[in-house]
């Protein structure tokens, strides 16, 4: 598993401490005492300078611890260098050997190591000459046998009279340098474990931000466009949270434009496919209720061009049934044209409010022939005038389809019974004729267009399976009900109307 950007965070600062504690460590170690043998040189030339002056401006001393001005000037110079730098300076007549000042504890010692130092005799200890002049120079001395070393300034002054010999030893340097790197290697230690701790709580304030941004991406790659960034930090990163937030409702707004698009797509393309089977169907159906018909006249207007009939009655019987043919042929494109125009929304209802009950008696006063030539006894229960709202033209079309569809199927004691129920503010209109009951599976399609239950009956009375539509297609408009039920001994067709308050 990949560690959080928050580990990350402490690991690289422990890290790149860690380097600098190393670096400063490696510095103190190899540059630190080359640093410090050079400003002891320069103390030890600026000893001799100082020293050198005094000479050149008074008195030289004339015997070891002279007493006077240049020789108090020239201890106090000694015992400052001695005590401000641990060095140690002694100052030699030439030309007698006699000490002349001296700040070491042990002349003897170093008066020894002047001497052979300008003889040569020291043949036990290496040197290394770091700076060289005229009357003076600077080395760097090491005692294999007492593993111990010196920067020495040896010369003459200017008088050339008096010698010296400044001495300072490098132990301390490299003191210096061990306990430095102790001290750094505690310090550092503790200041990388503190550091770490606090790095580590205080980061949170930066990955916390960023730790959400994450989490958002990822409900985001998700779809899941509800989820907020909340920070309130005016930074890069709460600007980058804010544009998150910007692109998340922009994103779920698209996406929301994108699925309603695809969705009417899906419903335009399953329209079309609808639209594209009602038209192979309507095709077929129409070719179907045309065939009979055509075939009909075409047989029936050969015969006549053959002279095949050659008496009255005859040809009047062949030119009945060529008329009569003719007629449904006629009756049933009036029907196409009318459903057409019901179900494109070309054909709006026209509301005015009229009698229902006078406009089914003037129906039933049309059909009173083919209502005697049924057989059949109609009833109609009305009280009064009821008012209703609707295209009194289509409703009387949906009663007269009704009332042919009744006299078609009226059966057993051949009685049609039409009554009005008024519930609410809506009024039902009830067409009954006794017969045989419709098969259950069958009532919702007793709707669609040349549907029919019994195709031999339907043809015999001439039935094209459109009615039904037109008055499926007329309720529609009108945004009421029409439908059938199975009621003892027959069956029972209604539709409803808006009545008047």
Known sequence: MR???RTRFTLTFAGLTAVILFSIWGVNTWLLESFYTQDKVKILVDAYEQIDNVLLNGKVPTGPYSEGDDADELSNICQEFGEKYNTTIIIMDSTTGNVLISSARDREFLTDRLLKAWDGTAVKEKYQILEKEDNYLVRRSFNPRLETAYLECLGYFSDESTMV??????????????????????????????????????????????QQLSKLSVQMSHLDFDAKYTGKGKDEIGILGQNMNVLSDRLKETIGELKSANNQLQKDINEKIQIDEMRKEFISNVSHELKTPIALIQGYAEGLSEGMCEDPESRDYYCGVIVDEANKMNKMVRQLLDLAALEFGDNTPVMECFDIVELIRGVLSSADILIQQHEAQVEFEAQGPVPVWADEFKIEEVVTNYLNNALNHVEGEKKIRIWLERQDENVYVHVYNTGQ?????DIPNLWTKFYKVDKARTREYGGSGIGLSIVKAIMDSHNKTCGITNTEGGVDFWFSLDGKA
């Open 3 to 5: 560690p959080s950007i």
């Open 165 to 210: 010999m400044i001495s300072t030893p490098v132990a301390s340097i490299w003191e210096s340098v061990a306990i430095s790197n102790r001290f750094l290697a505690y310090v550092g230690a503790a200041a990388l474990l503190i550091s770490c701790v606090i790095i580590y709580f205080v980061t949170r304030q930066i990955t916390s931000p960023i």
């Open 437 to 441: 009951h419709i098969p259950e599976e």
